[in-house]
Each structure stands twice: as C-alpha cells, then as structure tokens.
C-alpha cells in the first residue's frame, strides 16, 4: 500500500526545517554543514515507490530534500540540539589538482 503525501502536513515556502550535514570524500567541493534552513520550494516527488513531498532550501539551490525523511521520528529535535539556530552553509574543500 502506497504512502500518501497528505499524511504529512505539506510543508510551505519560508518555513523553517533543521537539514543535517553532508561530507563527500570523492566530490568535497559539494559538502555543506546542515543546520537551521528556510525551505524555497515544495513538490510531490516519489521515494522508494511511495507518494512523498520534497523541499528545496535556501540555502542550498539545486538540491532537494525528502521532507517526510527529515521529519520522522524526532530527527527535527536532535538536529535542533545539535545546530541549535545557526543556518546551514556550503563548505567546500578546495579542489587541487595532484599535477
């Protein structure tokens, strides 16, 4: 049985959600420390086979988040713990070349 996106409130421009950080060793140049984000933008989307709603944030454009994933459990309230207000932000390693 599919999951339905109305089970979850769906989410609104200029709300506020908490995204966790994302580390890369291959591609560093996309990392980006998660924290405090104001959501830019709303649509459906499917995730393993399931209706969903997906975000996008303002701080980070071009890339979209499972919403229903950043809000299951009480992952918002340990991101919250752990970023407390401060907003999330790219941090980018520099990209050398070994020649």
Known sequence: MKKKTNKIKR???GDKIYVDSSFYISHGED???GGLATISG??????AGDDTWFVSIV???????????LVEGDRQKKLKKEFG??????????VSSPW
Request: proline share 18%.
């Open 31 to 33: 990392d980006f420390v």
């Open 85 to 94: 207000r401060r907003k999330p932000y790219p941090d980018p390693d520099p």
């Open 42 to 47: 709303v649509s459906k989307g499917m995730s």
């Open 59 to 69: 701080e980070r454009p071009g890339h979209e988040y499972n919403y229903e994933i």
């Open 11 to 13: 989410p609104m421009v």
